[in-house]
């Protein structure tokens, strides 16, 4: 059959794009190598709940426009994002905040707060941090940076702070008021039904194929007795991989997830996420997929998420932009823009990470560029 264009990848960003083609009277093929939709903001239903399959995903913008579009697909219930962080036997509100403060010092007033916090920065003497240990205690102070950010950051990355660069935190948001809303943005949900019907929706009347790379497409394709033409594709893989890595592997930060069912326990944690910051723990965060949609089932589902060192073959989740793979990924941009009808879009496309407003947005505005 021949299609207008093959977009490889089915999760926002591609199903966006099709979406919109298709109004604009374009025919569009979609394929996946995973055997679903949604790409990372895909929810699988576990009796009853909407489990979150590659990790928490929260809907935040202050983009008014975004908001309204991604309103079409889905209604959004008035979720905010509240994490906890555990650390040891003590248990804090995060963002930093009041709350947070209050708890470590024994406080209540933000001159408090802010006298601690400047007296720990001046007592380090810290002039031009050479880390991101001295960057972290140079912004929030020793508690802060022991209790909430050490730990953490250090299974996180796989490295020892004092070895990872200053600039991966350019500042640590602290709130000197009683507020737990981990956003500042003034709209936020979660989608009523999970985000899997959102790309579902978007991809009505598209032909979608599943389970199958773009390598195996094409070669496949290939075989065909009559195969299928495009006259361009929107490829949404990682960059590297399209070029064969030519340049050298760009690298990644990838996670594992475990999932656990808990048909006897209603309530394991009281709180969707909650983030162990101890590095003693060997996950960073627990999810209880129930609380982002205010579930009231019997039983439960928690997934532990650990940090995993990517290695090619793995899955990617977040791009790695220091210097050395922004000047890599620069050579692999200069051969995207030779390549004739092909675009490249989405996180690993264009090598960055996106909140999920901002993938909306970067799609509208390629469709306003290319349809």
């Excluded at 979720?79 to 010092?105: G, R």
């Excluded at 996420?273 to 003693?280: K, Q």
């Excluded at 019997?298 to 940090?307: A, D, M, R, S």
Aim: glycine share 8%.
């Amino acid at each position: 059959m021949k299609y207008d264009y093959l977009v490889v990848g089915a999760g926002l960003y591609g199903a966006v794009f099709a979406y919109e083609a298709k109004k604009k009277g374009k025919t569009c093929l979609v394929i996946d190598k995973r055997d679903h939709i949604a790409g990372n903001i895909y929810c699988e239903n576990v009796s009853g709940i909407n489990v979150h399959k590659y990790g928490a995903h929260i809907f935040h913008t202050s983009d008014k426009k975004i908001w309204e579009y991604v309103n079409q697909f889905a209604e959004f219930n008035n979720y905010i994002n509240s994490p906890i962080a555990v650390y040891k036997d003590e248990l804090y509100n995060l963002p930093f905040n009041m709350n947070t403060f209050s708890k470590m010092w024994g406080i209540r007033t933000p001159a408090e707060a802010q006298k601690i916090i400047a007296g720990q920065i001046a007592s380090l003497n810290i002039g031009e941090p050479r880390n991101l240990e001295e960057q972290a205690l140079s912004l929030a102070g020793k508690d802060v940076y022991e209790k909430l950010i050490k730990g953490y950051t250090q299974k996180q990355w796989g490295r020892d702070c004092r070895e990872l660069p200053a600039f991966i935190i350019k500042r640590v948001p602290l709130r000197f008021r009683y507020d737990n809303n981990y956003f500042n943005d003034p709209y936020q949900g979660i989608p009523k039904g999970g985000y899997t019907a959102i790309a579902a929706k978007m991809l009505e009347g598209t032909e979608v194929r599943t389970g199958i790379s773009y390598r195996e497409f094409l070669r496949d394709n290939r075989e065909k007795q009559s195969p299928d033409t495009w006259d361009k594709v929107l490829y949404t893989g990682m960059i590297d991989e399209y070029f064969d890595f030519r340049l050298g592997a760009l690298e990644y930060r990838s996670l594992r997830f475990e999932t656990e069912e808990l048909p006897d326990e209603d309530n394991f944690q009281g709180n969707a996420v909650v983030n162990y910051t101890d590095e003693a723990v060997p996950y960073t965060r627990i999810i209880e997929h129930k609380h982002f949609e205010f579930g009231t089932q019997h039983g439960t589902v928690i997934t532990k998420e650990y940090p995993a060192e990517w290695k090619p073959g793995d899955e990617p989740y977040y791009p790695v932009n220091d210097d050395k793979n922004m000047a890599l990924y620069a050579g692999y941009r200069e051969l995207a823009q030779q390549e004739k009808n092909v675009l490249f879009g989405g996180r690993l496309g264009q090598y960055r990470y996106y909140d999920m407003d901002k993938v909306l947005r970067a799609a509208l505005d390629m469709v306003a560029e290319e349809l």
